[in-house]
């Protein structure tokens, strides 16, 4: 399983992006899919994650500004980032957390990294 993360770049304060992470290979279901970000010098922080059946969590850092939503048919993860501020500058990462059969357990898999720039 491999995923493939896009969407990154730079914006303006105030402007506003979307990612996307979609999961190529032998999958035969997900269950928790999310976004985590890393900034320089800091730790790698949750950011947003939506289980299958459409519950979500975010950081209070992005709470009524970022949207994550999925697509299982497809096995994409996106992050809609708006009203992005400088402290939203990281790298972020995309978590699906699935299985290749059903009798195989889960695993996590990652995303290579989107490097996401706020800055004027």
């Known amino acids: 399983v491999q995923l493939q993360a896009s969407g990154g770049g730079l914006v303006q304060p105030g402007g506003s992006l979307r990612l996307s992470c979609a999961a190529s290979?032998?999958?035969?279901?997900?269950?928790?899919m999310g976004w985590y970000r890393q900034a320089p010098g800091k730790q790698r922080e949750l950011v947003a994650a939506?289980?299958?059946?459409?519950?979500?969590n975010y950081a209070d850092a992005v709470k009524g500004r970022f949207t994550i939503s999925r697509d299982n048919a497809k096995n994409t993860v996106y992050l809609q980032m708006n009203s992005l501020k400088p402290e939203d500058t990281a790298v972020y990462y995309c978590?699906?957390?699935?299985?290749?059969?059903?009798?195989?357990?889960?695993?996590?898999?990652w995303g290579q990294g989107t490097q996401v720039t706020v800055s004027s």
């Open positions: 939506i289980t299958n059946g459409g519950s979500t």
């Open positions: 290979g032998s999958i035969f279901s997900t269950k928790i």
């Open positions: 978590l699906i957390e699935g299985r290749s059969t059903w009798y195989s357990p889960f695993s996590d898999y």
